[in-house]
């Protein structure tokens, strides 16, 4: 197809009204002058033919200087006014007489610009004018002037002093800038030739409707012809953050499963994060460089007496469990420490000691909060995915077996288990995927111990863990730094693709 016929109405309007101006004209020339009635149609038209090598659009910004209420002038600035005052009170005035002078907090903003424009004083809370001050009141201050110029009209950029700008842009209500684009459209060599090959101007179909069917329209009017090689922009559906639908696809993958997801807060005291859990008082988690402690409140009270007995006898003693224990004092103001949670097994363990009977299956994928140098792979907050099964037959076999089903289910197949030591499993693993080159830690896994469970009641075994979200999104789509994932950059995600 030739350039001229894959020309539209609108581009071919453009090419010979640029012709009748001498080859360039403005976009309000062009509607001043009837040749059309919105910018945006010459805009369009214009765009097009630049892109089809038939025209130019070329722009010119200039940058002006606008006041943002004109009563200013009339009113006066406030240190105006403050000056006026203390020079009819005899040149000095006390601080509190003035705010009663002043609209609400105004003073406070008079007495600021006093000070700094080197008109005032202040000694023993009274308001003195300087000789800088008293001359003030024979004349306008620069900005004053500056005000006054803007009120009958803008300025454009470079005709005022900068400093004085920016002392009234930092201003609220003063002054604004306003940018004003001029855009010139200019013939190419290839729209003279286009002109020169004849262009008739005829209404066109662009799009075939039944109306234009039914009435026989179609008889008497141009169909436009359809260009495969005309540029058209890209389309970007709308859709959700590769995160999110990571995480939707993990919540379906564990509620086929049969699990109920579950969730709690994120402040909680120690006492559930880490005490419940058999995590002893002297562990390192617990120190203040690796867990946030918070200051209001800094402390939650745990009401359940009795379960705070059967907690501390366990840490101090082992319970009935069979254990001895971590033994020495357990401190309940310790445990009562208000604290982020630091996984999100708080949720999990809340979770078990409301449903103590088996069987019970339950997830759930939220925040958790550590005290980590942010680097490629570390966080300081992240997402955990963490999950319990009650079973009267649970075992090491069968959590090694919902691990691998869940992640072969996700598309990973190089999986490795290696032994592990967490506080409140035993057995333990943790879990590694191959990525990168190297082996990649995912989480933790395990079966509760008894010093865990025993306070609820539960009498079967309790299978659980813990794994990453950001790490396993990082593993799907080939990233080496996590942090990428939380950079809003509109251009990547509106690559990402669907999957």
């Known amino acids: ?86 020079h009819g009170a005899g040149g000095r005035m006390p601080m509190v007489d003035l705010a009663g002078m002043l609209p609400a907090g ?77 855009r010139t459209i200019s013939l190419t060599d290839g729209g003279r030739e286009a002109l020169a090959s004849g262009i008739e101007l005829k209404e066109e179909i662009t799009q075939v409707t039944d109306v234009i069917i039914q009435s026989g329209a179609w008889r008497n009017t141009e169909f436009r012809k359809y260009d495969i ?89 082992g319970g009935d469990t069979g254990s001895t224990g971590w033994g020495g004092e357990w401190s309940r103001d310790m445990a009562e420490q208000a604290m982020l949670r630091t996984h999100t097994t708080v949720n999990t363990i809340s979770y078990v000691a409301a449903h103590p009977d088996a069987p019970a299956k339950a997830f759930s994928l939220s925040r958790i909060f550590r005290k980590e140098s942010i680097d490629s792979t570390h966080l300081p907050e992240f997402t955990q995915i963490e999950g319990i099964i009650i079973d009267e037959n649970g075992n090491f076999d069968m959590l090694v077996s919902v691990i691998k089903e869940f992640y072969s289910r996700l598309g990973f197949d190089r999986i490795r288990i290696r032994p592990a030591y967490f506080p409140y499993t035993e057995p333990s693993l943790e ?34 863990w813990g794994f990453g979200f950001e790490r396993l999104a990082m593993l799907k789509w080939g990233i080496t730094d996590i942090r990428d994932l939380y950079i809003s950059d509109i251009d990547d995600l509106k690559s990402n693709r669907i999957f």
């Open 229 to 317: 090689g005309t540029f058209a922009p890209a389309v970007h559906p709308a859709k959700k953050h590769p995160l999110s639908r990571l995480g939707d696809e993990i919540r379906r993958m564990f509620t086929d499963m049969g699990f109920t997801e579950i969730d709690d807060e994120y402040v909680q005291p120690a006492f559930w994060d880490m005490d419940v859990l058999f995590v002893p008082q002297d562990h390192p988690a617990r120190e203040l460089q690796d867990t946030f402690y918070l200051q209001n409140p800094s402390r939650i009270s745990v009401d359940n007496e009795d379960l705070v007995n059967r907690v501390r006898d366990i840490h101090e003693h």
């Open 431 to 464: 879990l590694e995927v191959f990525f990168n080159g190297k082996w990649m830690e995912l989480g933790g896994a395990g079966i509760f111990r008894p010093e865990v469970v025993a306070p609820f009641g539960v009498k079967h075994p309790v299978l659980a």
């Open 106 to 182: 105004e003073d406070k903003i008079a007495i600021g610009w006093l000070k700094r424009k080197g008109l005032a004083v202040i000694k023993d809370g009274v308001l003195s004018l300087t000789d800088q001050g008293t001359a003030a009141l024979k004349c306008d201050m620069p900005d004053e002037e500056l005000l006054k110029r803007l009120a009958e009209g803008r300025i454009p950029d470079g005709d005022a002093d900068p400093k004085i700008v920016k002392d009234l842009k930092g201003r609220q209500g003063m002054i604004a800038e306003a940018v004003e684009t001029n």
């Open 1 to 86: 197809m030739n350039t001229i016929e894959s020309l539209s109405y609108n581009e071919k309007k453009l090419l010979l009204a640029l012709e009748e101006a001498g080859g360039s004209s403005s976009p309000e020339k062009m509607i001043s002058s009837g040749k059309f009635d919105l910018e945006v149609e010459v805009m369009g038209a214009a765009s097009w033919l630049s892109s089809k090598g038939l025209a130019t659009i070329t722009e010119e910004q200039s940058r002006f200087y606008v006041i943002v209420d004109s009563a200013i002038v009339e009113r006066g600035l406030p240190e105006r006014r403050a000056l006026t005052a203390i």
